[in-house]
DNA sequence: CTCTTGAATGTTAACGTTAACATTTCTCAT
DNA sequence: ATGAGAAATGTTAACGTTAACATTCAAGAG
């Protein structure tokens, strides 16, 4: 057992007492077939002897790469929506045999520069951005020459690759996934109007009706949470002809289900109701509720895919990745 | 702007440019005042025409050390439970301007071994394993000696130092708060068996029960699942005696209390019902469910320190961290 | 104008690893 | 035995940085 050795022994250190050469011991790490086996045996008893442990300082200088990606965020890694794409990142860096670098920055210092600057000096071969909805330096924002940058965002970026789930193509499939059930009179109940997310629900949900020629109905917002879905709802089970309505997330679809429940309305036979996120699976009796579940593992996948291995020229990429609906619940259109 | 320039440029490129020593550019990146402002003017603008950045390989080489802690995980980052810690980490990496490199195992990678051997190459000066309940090697594993480690974990490690939510602690907690109110019945309701978490709380809940003498009621187990609860919950409505209901987590809480309403008793005022992981705020309509909150923030700060400084000798730590009762909805004892 | 002093800048060496090449050792056909 | 060729091992140099020390420079005192 090792003992009182105070830092932790080098290539050398292995070398000197298996009695060859740091090369020789460097085969054997990385698992060179150019040693003969009792050799290998004597260094790796060395190695356990001594509880060598390779530097990952001295391996990538000498590489020039980390076999890393960086990953800055800022608020909590694992709020609803935004907790798919960081495991996202890191699945996709696990099946690259990559390591992925988490930096948090509290949010009073979430620019996409603060967070390039952080970045620059840590181990890291590319960078994702993942900062609030829209960082007050977004639009001035260059990102260094030296290190591939992706932000992970729904707005385009005029010199970063950008990706992120398509806000308003969920909001197309939405519509569509009504109207093919027969629904025409759909109403959108929002969250919070600061909200990126919410508004690009909103203006596709919008867009979807106009082109199908529907009646659109100014929406409602509150603030995310079941209670304003409520509250929201009980205005809306006044509306006598809307017959499906789309919620901005899954709290406010459960919120506005209870409410046209207690008007006496009928969920799903007389109003259908579809969410976002499909985050409440298991945790409300009784109750399947049908939503929108974006990709997150694509998105972390692509955004892997562009930080580490980023297109030599041409077009800067821009990519919205779609969900899927996960139908429990909706019907097709009843009269009331 | 930098131009086809392929591998970022060094130290040396920079001094060559700005007509100094590297030593000069060297202090200039780290903020040293021994440079004249006209000098250090020079040096700041021959590295932003060059794009440089520092090489954190070679900084790291000369320093000894990463200025990072690694966190090992299996499964997903964000699961309930898991999240808080996760982030208790990173937000601790942040607050001592620490990296944090996060390596992700996949399942049937799931071993301490597996998870210390991979770590051992990447920068990192300690290492933090966080793995599912149980991971196959627990009893056998050695840390190396090269790397200070740190176990989440519920059980005692002989070797390694452990911290994590203090599950009996939790039990013990929710228990007495019922007592205080009055309450002497008070039931169990399980999740998964397979969970070294449920098996915890049961076993607290039924210690901390045998202390004060209190009646104890075989418990039912379900899935963590708010159907479950709700089955579970509406066998538990037999129960003419039962008048508090401690559900293992707050999904089945949700299930319980939907059940007992069902039956047509009233919550809290006929039976008070309290959680685990306040994992439902803002979701549910109308429901402010009492639950108790595990301080994951302060087991991943505890993580942290003992990862980057562990203590010299002496006693090996095993930090159960206390969480607190969330009080939204329990009531004093009624009669029923 | 010289000397002293301190500020500014430069030089050297070392951190641990591995690619590229050089050397030694072994194996086997003659 | 001998030499050719292959297999095993060794040597050198370089990756980019910075602590420690060495040198140069500027400014003020005498």
Redesign the pocket.
């Known amino acids: 057992m090792a003992f009182g050795s105070s ?1 932790s022994a ?3 250190d292995v070398a000197k007492l298996a ?6 011991v ?2 054997v ?2 698992g060179s ?4 086996p ?2 290998k045996e004597r260094v790796l008893a060395a190695m356990a002897e001594l509880g060598y442990r ?2 990952f ?3 990538s ?4 790469s980390y076999h890393s990606v960086g990953l800055a965020m800022s608020g909590d890694i694992a709020a609803t929506g935004r907790r798919y794409q960081v495991e996202g990142v890191a699945t996709a860096a696990a099946q690259h045999r990559y390591a992925m670098t988490l930096l948090q920055l509290p949010d009073d210092e979430a620019t996409l520069s603060e967070a390039s600057r952080r970045m620059s000096s840590l181990p890291v071969d590319g960078q994702i951005l993942y900062l609030g909805s829209d960082p007050s330096d977004f639009a001035s924002f260059e990102p260094p020459a030296a290190l591939p940058t992706v932000i992970i965002s729904t707005r385009h970026h005029s010199h970063c690759a950008t990706v992120s789930n398509d806000q308003m193509g969920c909001a197309v499939s939405i519509v569509n996934h009504l109207t093919q059930k027969g629904h025409r009179e759909i109403r959108f109940v929002g969250g919070r109007r600061d909200s990126y997310a919410n508004v690009s629900r909103q203006k596709g949900w919008e867009q979807a009706l106009r082109t199908r020629g529907l009646h659109v109905v100014e929406p409602f917002h509150g603030d995310w949470t079941a209670d304003s879905g409520y509250e929201l709802g009980a205005r809306l089970a006044q509306d006598e002809t809307c017959t499906a309505i789309f919620a901005s997330n899954d709290a406010i679809a459960v919120g506005v289900i209870y409410a046209l429940r207690d008007a006496g309305l009928r969920v799903p036979e007389d109003v259908s109701v579809i969410g976002v996120d499909d985050s409440l699976v298991g945790v409300i009796p009784h109750l399947d509720l049908s939503s929108y579940r974006f990709n997150g593992t694509r998105v972390g996948a692509i955004a892997f895919d562009l930080a580490t291995n980023p297109p030599e020229g041409g077009e800067i990429p821009h990519i919205l990745v779609p969900g899927t609906i996960v139908e429990r619940s909706t019907v097709a259109q009843a009269s009331r």
């Open positions: 830092s080098s290539i050398a009695g060859v050469s740091t090369q020789t460097s085969r790490a990385n077939d150019a040693v003969r009792a050799t390779p530097s300082a001295a391996r200088l000498r590489a020039g």
